[in-house]
């Protein structure tokens, strides 16, 4: 055998027993290295066992956009003639049973949208503005999901503008721009922007402006490649204040449009003045003075359903019974809300760690639920749970612990109470389905493993409309029935 490949060859020989050294340090150290991992300082170091280490990462075989798109289809209502009565029972049973974008509801009562659906269906003729307040955490920041069911509610039952807003926005939204300059002192009651006030007085954005003296808010549609036609033009303009001192003042104007004088009214916790115009603008400003507490302004059309985009960054939702329940009840009656939609749970997930944790989040959220039918009792309420969220456990990305715990949790609390949850972690695919939605192309969901991306928020918030008209359609089919 000719030199070089006697040394070769023994160069090969060596490379191999050098890699078999090194699979069997690895083998010994995956054995005795503890598997919860090592403390150390504030970071907990993993070591993978030889199965983790041939295992595939976790995910699913199909993409996210598949599965959506397959959702998307089996909640297309198929037609049927009125006299296959059967047929369709039978495929909105199957629906409410089984489909994964169902909405749960209490007793499983398939008609506990129907108060809802027909005074939606007659708000246009009969000249009223039917409210919807959709609550959550930054899932729901910048008009994201709230957005896009605002503009398809408002297609279907009639309405404009972007609904409810405070007197400071310190948070960009796709909807509206909005400015202040001034004397207004802006509190809010929870979340990681909290500032907390001296009183319980927050209102139904959970957040107050503290006027002393002189301040002017302008706020105007926006019209971002992203923003909804129907956010862009209103026509009614109330705002909503508190304990206003004598010479409190409000006067509204608009550049194009000669502003109507202001109508004050004093009801119970609050006054409201309110603004009609003849033709919708798409701007104004509000000149203030005097002392007063601002608890909104909603910016809407002339009549119709109106989505309020309520946003708390960081907040998991447990704050609504702390606030004032006089002022709450007096807003949700004026505002004629008809449904409270409350999107929380992302927020506690990273920190929860036992199921103790849990059954005290169960009974908090329990508690808010309770102090909303108390405030309002003819409203209908929605919980949707969180999304999937992913974190490194021993190396690999997968399902937060405890999440799936704490949504069931969340679903007993709105069940047991008496109201609706929809489940948008299984819409999305269960357990590691946030995994996918990031590696989608397009990205469905950011690289936090948390947030959805804008076209996500599109994509969850679609199937949610989607899932909600179900009913609706369900509530005009046994109405045509004889």
């Known amino acids: 055998m000719p030199f070089f490949e006697i040394i070769n060859s023994v160069n090969i020989y060596k490379s191999l027993l050098f890699i078999v050294a090194v699979l069997f340090l690895l083998g010994i150290i995956s054995s005795v290295f503890p598997r919860d991992g090592v403390t150390l300082g504030n970071k907990q170091l993993y070591f993978p066992t030889v199965e983790d280490m041939l295992t595939k990462e976790a995910g699913h075989s199909t993409t996210a956009s598949q599965r959506m798109k397959e959702m998307e ?201 309110s603004w009609n115009f003849n033709t919708p603008v798409q701007s104004f400003s509000l000149q203030l003075s005097g002392a007063s507490e601002i608890y909104g302004i909603a910016v809407d059309g002339k009549s119709g359903v109106a989505v309020d985009n309520v946003p708390f960054r960081g907040s998991s939702g447990t704050f609504f019974s702390t606030t004032d329940a006089e002022l709450m009840s007096s807003m949700l009656k004026e505002l004629n809300v008809g449904l409270v939609m409350l999107e929380f749970g992302g927020n506690i997930t990273p920190v929860v760690h036992s199921d103790k944790q849990i059954a005290q989040y169960k009974k908090t959220m329990s508690e808010q639920i309770v102090f909303f039918k108390k405030c309002n009792p003819k409203t209908k309420i929605i919980f949707i749970g969180p999304a999937d969220m992913s974190t490194k456990i021993k190396g690999q990305l997968q399902t937060y612990p405890y999440l799936e715990q704490t949504i069931e949790a969340l679903k007993q609390a709105a069940l047991e109470n008496g109201v609706a949850f929809w489940d948008m972690y299984e819409v999305m695919g269960g357990r590691n389905s946030m995994i996918d939605w990031v590696r989608n192309s397009p990205a469905l969901a950011a690289k936090d493993y948390i947030h959805f991306s804008e076209k996500g928020a599109a994509r969850i918030s679609e199937l949610f409309f989607e899932s909600l008209m179900m009913y609706y359609d369900y509530y005009l089919f046994e109405k045509s029935q004889p």
């Open 73 to 273: 289809e089996s909640l297309r209502m198929k037609q049927y003639q009125d006299s296959l009565y059967q047929d369709s029972l039978s495929f909105y049973t199957t629906f409410f049973q089984n489909h994964a974008s169902r909405i749960h509801l209490p007793d499983n009562q398939w008609d506990y949208f129907d108060d809802l659906f027909a005074e939606l269906d007659t708000c246009q003729q009969a000249g009223k503005i039917v409210h919807i307040l959709h609550y959550g955490d930054s899932q729901i920041e910048g008009d994201r999901i709230t957005g896009y069911l605002r503009q398809k509610l408002q297609e279907k039952f009639g309405g404009n503008g972007p609904g409810l807003l405070p007197a400071v926005q310190p948070i960009p939204s796709s909807a509206v721009g909005q400015d202040f300059s001034g004397n207004i002192e802006r509190f809010i009651v929870a979340g990681t922007l909290k500032n907390s006030a001296a009183h319980r007085r927050y209102g139904a954005l959970g957040q107050v402006g503290m006027l002393s003296g002189n301040a002017m808010i302008s706020v105007h549609a926006r019209d971002w490649k992203v923003t909804f036609d129907n956010a862009k033009e209103f026509q009614k303009i109330r705002l909503f204040v508190g304990k206003p001192s004598e010479n409190f003042q409000a006067n509204l104007s608009n550049k194009k449009l000669s502003a109507p004088k202001a109508v004050r009214r004093n009801l119970p916790a609050v006054s409201v003045f």
